[in-house]
């Protein structure tokens, strides 16, 4: 079986309009897409708009092997899709991640929790990658620094410490004020 590239080919935006609205078997397009889907089917939308990705990168779909390509895509992206959110739901109990803003976190890998500052926690949070995110709380550098000093003897390294007590007791607290 062969690859699909998809490089879409550049055009002025005149030639773009021209194209939309010169092309008198458009909607005859549009109405084949819908009859090779089931609109009851729950993965339809990722469907359909993987066959109107072909169709505008320049695929015949019209040829059945293209329309069952667009359809493995689309159902393979549902999936994921699928898969993500539940994701979410999953994390639903855990401490929201906030976007932006100051905070100290306290996150764990193994045995591990690792205290943290940062203003930017999504690309923190995607550079770590941790098993969990414990909590977080407002604060600077200060904050982290003080939280440093408080749980020193139960330094492992860096910003790492052992996740034992008073640390977890602190992390309950975060988790219980939210």
């Known amino acids: 079986m062969e690859t699909l590239t998809l490089v879409k080919p550049r055009k002025s935006r005149a030639q ?39 169709e505008q990168y320049g695929f015949d779909i019209e040829d059945p092997d293209i329309v069952d390509r667009a359809v493995e895509h689309g159902r393979c992206h549902y999936e994921q899709i699928t898969k993500y959110r539940a994701g979410l739901a999953a994390n639903a109990g855990r401490p929201p991640v906030p976007a932006v803003g100051d905070v100290v976190y306290y996150v764990r890998i193994g045995n591990r929790c690792k205290i943290g500052y940062t203003s930017n926690m999504r690309g923190r949070m995607a550079t770590i990658n941790p098993e969990e995110i414990l909590a977080t709380e407002p604060g600077t550098v200060d904050l982290e620094q003080m939280r440093h000093r408080e749980f020193a003897a139960l330094h492992s390294h860096g910003e790492w410490f052992r996740l034992e007590e008073p640390l977890t007791s602190h992390i309950d607290r975060l988790r219980a004020t939210g």
Do not use: C, G
């Open 16 to 54: 773009a309009y021209d194209h939309v609205v010169n092309d008198p078997h458009r909607y005859t397009r549009r109405m084949y897409l819908l009859t090779k889907t089931d609109p009851n089917d729950p993965e339809f939308l990722m469907i359909l708009r993987s066959l109107y990705d072909l």
